[in-house]
């Protein structure tokens, strides 16, 4: 199976609408998205070999890249 990015809107697909409205109109949620997408970027390049890094380090991306995930996710739910 291909390694896919971790898109916000393939995550959460039924908040299609709403992350392209917060996006838009929150501060907040916009960096959020932004610092998300940057390191799903990043671990997608290291696991698909673009790049090379210590195991550790990747997984402390693929840590922080769930931590903005459950951030996003609550700003989406509240």
């Keep these: ?9 393939r ?5 299609r609408d709403r992350i392209q409205h917060l996006n838009r ?8 998205a932004e610092k998300y997408n940057q390191i ?4 997608f390049e290291f696991e698909q070999g673009y790049q090379s890094c210590e195991d ?11 931590y903005l995930k459950d951030q996003i996710f609550d700003m ?3």
């Design 1 to 9: 199976m291909p390694l896919q990015r971790h898109q916000l809107v």
């Design 11 to 15: 995550e959460f697909p039924q908040f």
């Design 25 to 32: 109109h929150n501060q907040t949620f916009h960096y959020l």
């Design 40 to 43: 799903d970027k990043q671990v």
């Design 56 to 66: 550790m380090y990747l997984e402390s991306l693929k840590k922080k890249r769930l």
């Design 76 to 78: 989406l739910t509240h």
